[in-house]
């Protein structure tokens, strides 16, 4: 009985990564490396403490993070506030709806080559381009967010005198909230994306850098430490969010186990 | 507390749209009563609730919340809905908190305590039954200090025993408060045993306006179903009114 299935551990999730991993263990043995097509285990680790020694590991993630964050704070409270402005009004989301939807359709990657010509290979760009693609997770699940909070809620509301700053506070706020925390999942995750490209592109630092510069060396193995970083880098920010989940809306995981 | 306002309903008329709900509706509430309205759905007792709060605006008439001689605002009207609307995100004593005049711990655990629920002030309104629920929701309306209470049917969704529960718990409430209570139902039985007054509406006007003249704590004796039958024969159009005179029932 004490025996637990490992299908209903979390560990399960790991059991993908770690056959991967012995994988390519068992290929860099039997090939023996030297083949130029793949980094073998050890190469990638050398690889690895040669830039974390040198110090331009840490400071390539520390530029990536700040400058995705910075992206991502514009991007974000720009979209948390008009998707509070048109979640709230009829009248805002008359005027600004259709103006915001047309410019979804415009996949952001191909806004590159104008703000290019605009800004240059600053950091502007990068920070806008950041911010335009995480604008719209945020505004389109805080729009909804609160859209669809009950109105009886805040029919409610209105009946006991919970009216302006506290209706916001108390009811609609923490209403959209776990809807806004979805957004936010979604933006750090295209976060991370924009900010390959536009490192790879457009820059003279960053994780982005180091993988394009390692290509023009031929370096495999630093490419190879690049990618995992992102994935790493990724499952954090995942982790992060999920975290604030189970924190800030306690109530809601209470609701779906009811249900 | 002080004791509750007073109501006048002055030929008031709602429709929506072509459809008329209510026509010419004359009723007037006394301090510290407690009326009940029935009727069958859609008859438009809800829409009159409705009304005496601001959820609704008449197309004509006069709705007056009065205190004492003075008109006054609906500030004071409260409304207890069908389904118990606590915030979800926020525990069972911060909900109460949030509409009472001081917002402290004290105030709401006080309420729970009136309702028999103080051992969950910390809980999620999430983890409670609909009955639980429904008491915290009237722990909520009785520490936002009304002065008229409206129920909107707030027992439909119970269990029979839970209701009894309920029904008790709302009697002494109101004894303890002086509140004036309108009560929507379509339990007959439930409003002869709560009211002081039962008004029947059909088709958007009141057509029975009956003084309940039993004595309380009610018990649901033959004195009793006289009342629960003579409303319930008009409610369902039967002619068979029993007669009774009244000088047996008090």
């Known amino acids: ?259 | 507390m002080s004791g509750g306002y007073a109501i006048q309903i002055q030929n008031v008329e709602k429709k929506f749209g072509e459809h008329v709900v209510l026509q010419n509706v004359n009723l007037d509430i006394k301090p510290g009563e407690f009326i009940a309205i029935v009727g069958k759905s859609g008859c438009g007792k809800s829409t009159l609730l409705r009304l005496i709060t601001d959820l609704e605006e008449s197309d004509s008439g006069s709705i007056r919340v009065m205190d004492g001689e003075r008109e006054t605002k609906k500030e004071g009207v409260k409304f207890l809905f069908q389904e118990a609307r606590l915030l979800p995100w926020k525990k069972v004593w911060k909900n109460i908190a949030l509409v009472s005049p001081d917002q402290s711990r004290e105030a709401a655990v006080k309420a729970l305590h009136a309702v028999g629920l103080e051992d969950k002030a910390d809980a999620w309104p999430e983890t409670l039954s609909g009955g639980q629920k429904q008491r915290v929701s009237l722990a909520r309306a009785l520490s936002s200090d009304p002065k008229v209470l409206l129920l909107d049917e707030p027992l439909g969704a119970l269990d029979a025993l839970t209701r009894i529960e309920m029904q008790i718990l709302i009697e002494e409430l109101w004894r303890e408060n002086g509140l004036t209570v309108i009560l929507v139902t379509h339990d007959v039985g439930e409003a002869v045993y709560l009211a002081d007054r039962v008004v029947l509406i059909e088709e958007g006007g009141i057509t029975m306006d009956e003084r309940i003249t039993l004595g309380r704590p009610r018990e649901r004796d033959s004195d009793f179903a006289y009342f629960e039958d003579r409303i319930l024969n008009r409610v369902l159009g039967r002619d068979s009114v029993p007669e009774k005179k009244i000088e047996f029932m008090i």
Not at chain 1, 166 to 194: E, N, T
């Open chain 1, 1 to 259: 009985m004490n025996k637990k299935k490992i299908s209903d551990s979390h560990l399960v999730g790991w059991l993908l990564p770690v056959i991967a991993l012995l994988l390519w263990a068992v290929w860099g043995v039997c090939s023996s490396g030297n083949t130029g097509f793949l980094p073998t285990i050890p190469e990638v680790w050398s690889g690895f403490l040669r830039i974390l020694k040198d110090g331009t590991l840490v400071e390539n993630i520390k530029i990536s993070t700040y400058r995705g964050m910075k992206g991502l704070l514009f991007g974000g409270l720009i979209g948390l506030g008009l998707g509070v402005l048109n979640g709230i009004s009829q009248k805002a989301d008359r005027l600004l709806n259709n103006t915001i939807q047309m410019i979804r359709n415009v996949p952001y990657l191909a806004m590159m080559p104008l703000i290019l010509v605009w800004f240059g290979i600053g950091e502007e760009t990068k920070t806008i381009l950041i911010a335009i693609g995480t604008f719209f997770p945020i505004y389109l699940n805080t729009y909804s967010g609160i859209r669809m909070i009950d109105g009886k809620l805040i029919e409610m509301a209105r009946n006991y005198g919970i009216k302006n700053k506290d209706l916001y506070l108390h009811v609609i706020f923490p209403g959209a909230l776990p809807s806004i925390l979805v957004g936010l999942k979604q933006s750090i995750g295209r976060m991370w994306v924009i900010l390959i490209v536009a490192e790879e592109i457009a820059s003279k630092s960053g994780i982005g850098y180091m993988i394009t510069n390692a290509r023009e060396f031929m370096l495999m193995d630093i490419i190879v430490v690049g990618l995992l970083l992102y994935a790493i880098l990724g499952s954090v920010s995942d982790g992060v969010i999920i975290w604030l989940e189970k924190r800030l809306c306690r109530w809601e995981y209470l609701a779906e186990r009811r249900s």
